[in-house]
């Protein structure tokens, strides 16, 4: 069981001699176990942190954009145009509404509108970069019946993200986790067998990779912490080279410690 390895990776210098001797399978199963908490705690921070921000966008969406309809590849809408949207929190947040336009858009009418994306009656138009645009082309859509876009769509969509945003979050978390640490492994094998030379310790090049991978536990730790803190980790790399260094040198001399024939008796 995996439950208190971490715990035992972070308290116990002992503990890492017990693990030098596991097999790479146990080692590999440990890593997808951290992965596997370090993502529930990454996407609890997620919702934590961009959660409100997202309710709080689709509030201003559902009471600013105007009601229009989408019906035979064409946006309708009796509201006046052009309407300007301008997030309140986030002022670069701007689209341009105008559903009576059909003519194209071009790079230069949003810079000088200040907006991100403009809506026409046919066609939405994103900035990708300086003076290019992405285009959807509504005349293209695929819908069986016309769509309302008022405050209910913005209720039902904010719903879906809600539902579906966190799952995704988890899994993304999950997989790059396990591609990171298993490359900071590699790294700290390296500098483990260079503890492991000038120790004279004498351990295989796998003992010494099953230590990197516990190695990193509390640097994980403190990284799972700082995801909900106002500052990031200051100096991450040097700090999870600091520390993690200090747990294979601490690791790497107990083994040896450990491992060495008792003294002669004295004659």
Do not use: C
């Not at 300007?84 to 002022?91: C, G, K, Q």
């Not at 194209?104 to 949003?110: I, K």
């Not at 909900?228 to 200051?234: A, K, L, N, Q, R």
């Amino acid at each position: 069981m995996f439950v208190l390895d971490p715990i035992n990776s972070i308290t116990s210098v002992n503990f890492y001699k017990k693990v030098s001797t596991q097999s790479g399978g146990r080692t590999a199963a440990y890593l997808l176990y951290v992965a596997l908490l370090f993502a529930a705690v990454a996407s609890v921070a997620v919702k934590l942190r961009i959660g409100p921000a997202i309710d709080q966008t689709f509030d201003w969406l559902q009471k600013s954009v105007p009601e229009m309809s989408l019906a035979e590849g064409k946006l309708t809408s009796a509201t006046p145009m052009p309407v300007v949207l301008r997030h309140p929190d986030y002022a670069d947040m701007a689209v341009m509404i105008d559903t009576r336009r059909t003519d194209p858009v071009t790079p230069q009418m949003l810079e000088d509108a200040k907006v991100e994306a403009y809506v026409a009656g046919n066609a939405i138009y994103m900035m990708q970069s300086r003076g290019e645009l992405r285009v959807i082309d509504l005349s293209k859509s695929t819908a069986e019946r016309p769509m309302k876009i008022d405050s209910a769509f913005f209720e039902s969509s904010r719903r879906i993200l809600d539902r579906a945003l966190y799952p995704v979050s988890f899994l993304m978390i999950f997989v790059v986790f396990i591609l990171w640490k298993t490359a900071a492994a590699g790294f700290y094998s390296l500098v483990g067998m260079t503890i492991n030379s000038s120790a004279a310790a004498h351990l295989s090049y796998g003992q010494i990779l099953t230590l990197a991978v516990y190695a990193q536990t509390l640097v994980i730790l403190l990284q799972a912490i700082f995801l909900f803190m106002p500052v990031g980790m200051p100096v991450p790399s040097l700090v999870s080279l600091v520390v993690t260094s200090v747990y294979l040198w601490l690791a790497v001399k107990r083994i040896q410690q450990q491992s060495a024939p008792p003294p002669a008796p004295a004659a």
